[in-house]
């Protein structure tokens, strides 16, 4: 289990150490910085659980520190010290959001036992945020540095009326990060339109995105409106951007600039008013330089860019996640004999890579509600729900890979992962961080290699 990280903040480095002993003898993750600027730097990257300050320091004092710790997502809460007889501006950091605030010399005892109190509160809302996620809210579930730092870029991110371009493997959550900015956003009274680019065909994306006329090609019976007007005041998210068709791409960046849309067959366009966030696996440099996705495009989207981090960078974050998806699936079906988890088993997710993220997290999940044998899911059941991973020492016993050429390990490998991923040539390529094509290609040449 992760250990909760607290920052003491004081331009005396005696002053900093002599409490960070103590919490660290408590069984706390303690960091120290010098500086209310080192200090506001760290929370703008790795926001901690729990920071102690002093107010007075030259330059970025404690005022600045805790500004800094309740922009982050969600705020971090902050202990201010000061010296006796500087107690009003102690009442005015209270003020200004300040969990608490103590005299020097400060009794050590107390500092722990309130030290303890703001950390369950945390957790605790913790808890709160997955349970309105339960009900269908946006709230990321997690506790890891990077979930809080992505959340905390979420929340910078939502008040600009700027494209948003999100980055991430498949399965890592970005359409739930998309919607976050959404709900974060003034525009949260407004529509959430989501629509994938790769379940769509070319020609009636552009009927889905632009809305059509009566008549306009066959089987347009009726007129359409179209995602950009029914999302109009809102945000249109854009999920796999990669896939869109070149010439669908050079349509989509006309509206982006004249803010106008024209339904297929229409000869006038009318204007609208919609946030673009857009999501994608692919590496979109690489495609530019394939020809596969246009420059100005991705120059137009590209203006915020968000990193969702995949859930093997956040190991932390795969127990609160599994035992989410178990209450969720206990709420769809109270009939599930299944409660919980073992410790052994918890222990055994959270060592598993999850090449397919969250979404390969929930399935597997689902699956040890259905089939758990007890009220508790054992060790046993999860790891046999785990499949055998395709990266490691297993692909060749000991002493073979030296007579294996490096080509015929390739080979050996590329098989693993396709077998692991059921023959989905796709799934495998994103696995794999090549091309698709490359793929169908080498198939192609084994085929040929085969009738000769």
């Not at 009003?88 to 959001?97: F, H, L, Q």
């Not at 077998?419 to 085929?447: M, P, Y």
Request: aromatic residues 6%; charged residues 25%.
């Amino acid at each position: 289990m992760r250990k909760p990280h607290i920052l003491v903040v004081d331009d005396h480095e005696e002053m900093a150490q002599l409490l960070a002993e103590p919490l660290r003898d408590e069984g706390y993750e303690v960091q120290t910085c010098s500086s209310g600027a080192e200090a506001v730097r760290r929370l703008s990257s790795e926001p901690p659980d729990l920071v102690v300050s002093d107010l007075r320091m030259k330059d970025v004092d404690g005022f600045d520190v805790l500004a800094a710790a309740r922009r982050c997502a969600p705020p971090v809460p902050v202990f201010i010290m000061t010296a006796f007889g500087a107690v009003e501006s102690a009442v005015e950091a209270i003020k200004r959001g300040a969990a608490h605030y103590f005299t020097k010399p400060f009794v050590l005892a107390e500092v722990l036992v309130f030290v303890r109190r703001a950390l369950e509160q945390s957790a605790l809302s913790a808890e709160n945020r997955a349970l309105r996620a339960l009900q269908g809210g946006t709230s990321l579930v997690g506790r890891s540095r990077a979930l809080r730092h992505l959340e905390s870029h979420m929340q910078r991110v939502a008040d600009s009326p700027l494209a948003v371009l999100i980055r991430g493997e498949s399965g890592s959550g970005k359409e739930l990060v998309a919607r976050g900015i959404h709900e974060l956003g003034p525009r949260r009274s407004r529509p959430f339109v989501a629509v994938n680019c790769s379940a769509v065909s070319g020609t009636l994306l552009e009927s889905e995105l632009f809305g059509h006329v009566k008549g306009a090609f066959t089987g347009a019976t009726g007129p359409r409106r179209g995602l950009f007007v029914e999302a109009d005041g809102g945000t249109l998210f854009l999920d796999e951007i990669g896939d869109m068709a070149v010439e669908l791409q050079a349509r989509l960046l006309r509206v982006l600039q004249d803010g106008m849309v024209r339904p297929v067959g229409a000869d006038l366009a009318r204007p609208t008013d919609v946030r673009i966030v857009a999501a994608t696996h692919q590496d979109l440099e690489k495609n530019i330089t394939t020809g596969s996705f246009r420059a100005d495009l991705f120059y137009r989207l590209n203006v915020v860019r968000v990193e969702v981090p995949p859930l093997r960078d956040r190991s932390e974050d795969i127990a609160p996640l599994a035992e989410h998806f178990l209450a969720r699936a206990r709420q769809r079906s109270p009939h599930l004999r299944v409660s919980g988890f073992s410790a052994e088993a918890l222990s055994t997710l959270e060592r598993f890579s999850w090449p397919g993220n969250v979404r390969e997290l929930e399935n597997a999940v689902e699956r040890l509600c259905l089939f758990a044998s007890g009220e508790r899911i054992s060790e046993e059941e999860a790891r046999a729900e785990l499949p055998a991973s395709p990266v490691g020492p297993q692909l060749v016993s000991e002493g073979t890979a030296a007579r294996w050429t490096l080509r015929r390990l390739e080979e050996e490998y590329i098989n693993a992962v396709l077998a692991e991923c059921g023959g989905n040539k796709s799934r495998a390529a994103e696995f794999l961080g090549i091309d698709v094509s490359t793929l169908h290609r080498r198939e192609r040449a084994k085929q040929g290699e085969t009738q000769e």
